[in-house]
C-alpha cells in the first residue's frame, strides 16, 4: 500500500513567516500534486509535478518534485492569512490514473 | 472548463435508508470518475475508481456492496450509501479524470455532506 506522510500535520505561523511543508513516501509515483482544501469545498489543485528535481514556482508558493520521486515539498515566502486552509499532497500510482492522498497539514496564518 | 459538480451538496437521512450521491462532468466526457471520503479534520481517502460502462474498482476495505457505483454515461457516475448507517457520515467527494490535454490530472466536485441520523 502506497503511503504520503505530510509534515507536519499543524502549522500555526504570524503573516510574513516562510514555511515548508513535506511529503514523503518510500514508493515512486508518477506524478504529484499539491492541493487546497477549504472546509465544506473540494480540493483545489495548485500544481502538478511530474519530473524527479522539477520545481516549480506560483507566486509566492515553490514546489519541488524530489529526484527519486519519491518525496515533494510546498514553500510559501512571505505567508499571508488568506494561504490559510488544508494542504495536500496526492501522488499518481505509476501504470494507473489513481491518487493517492496525503495526510495533509492543515496552516493557520494570523494576521 | 473541466467543471465537475455534485448533488447533492448536503443531505441528511434516516439509518438504514439509501442514499444516491451524483457527480457530473459538466464540460468535458470523463472516461474514468474517483470517489474519496473525507471524515473530519483528516485527509481524502480514495474508496473506489468509477469505469464507464465498466465494474467499478474498490480500494481494500471498501464494502462494494454497500457502496455502489454506477458509471452509466460518460459525464456522469453515482454513488449510493445503501443502508446508511451513523459511520457512515462523511463528507464524499468525486474528481473526474481529465481528457485531451489533461490526461494525469483529476477534477474534483465540490463534495457531498452526508449526515445520517
Known amino acids: 500500500t502506497q503511503l504520503l506522510e505530510q509534515s507536519p500535520q499543524f502549522l500555526s505561523i504570524q503573516e510574513g513567516e516562510n514555511l515548508t511543508v513535506y511529503c514523503n513516501s518510500s514508493?515512486?509515483?508518477?506524478?504529484l500534486q499539491w492541493y487546497r482544501q477549504e472546509p465544506g469545498e473540494g480540493p483545489v489543485l495548485l500544481v502538478t509535478?511530474?519530473?524527479?528535481?522539477e520545481v516549480k514556482k506560483l507566486k509566492r508558493l515553490t514546489f519541488q518534485f524530489g529526484d527519486a520521486r519519491k518525496d515533494s515539498s510546498l514553500h510559501i515566502t512571505a505567508a499571508q492569512p488568506g494561504d490559510t486552509g488544508l494542504y495536500l499532497c496526492?501522488?499518481?500510482?505509476?501504470?494507473?490514473?489513481?491518487?493517492?492522498f496525503g495526510t495533509g497539514t492543515r496552516l493557520k496564518v494570523l494576521a | 472548463g473541466a467543471v465537475v459538480s455534485q448533488h447533492p451538496s448536503r443531505v441528511i437521512c434516516k439509518s438504514g435508508t439509501s442514499v444516491k450521491i451524483e457527480c457530473r462532468s459538466l464540460?468535458?466526457?470523463?472516461?474514468?470518475m474517483f470517489w474519496y471520503r473525507q471524515f473530519p479534520k483528516q485527509s481524502l481517502m480514495l474508496m473506489a475508481t468509477?469505469?464507464?460502462?465498466?465494474?467499478?474498482?474498490?480500494e481494500q476495505g471498501v464494502e462494494k456492496d454497500k457502496f455502489l457505483i454506477n458509471h452509466a454515461s460518460l459525464t456522469l457516475s453515482t454513488l449510493t450509501v445503501t443502508s446508511a448507517h451513523p459511520e457512515d457520515s462523511s463528507f464524499y467527494i468525486c474528481?473526474?479524470?481529465?481528457?485531451?490535454?489533461?490526461?494525469?490530472?483529476?477534477?474534483f466536485g465540490p463534495g457531498t455532506r452526508l449526515t445520517v441520523l
Open positions: 514508493s515512486v509515483f508518477s506524478s
Open positions: 496526492a501522488g499518481r500510482a505509476p501504470g494507473t490514473y489513481k491518487y493517492i
Open positions: 509535478v511530474v519530473t524527479g528535481g
Open positions: 474528481s473526474a479524470r481529465g481528457q485531451g490535454d489533461f490526461p494525469n490530472e483529476q477534477f
Open positions: 464540460d468535458f466526457q470523463a472516461t474514468t
Open positions: 468509477s469505469n464507464e460502462g465498466s465494474k467499478a474498482t474498490y
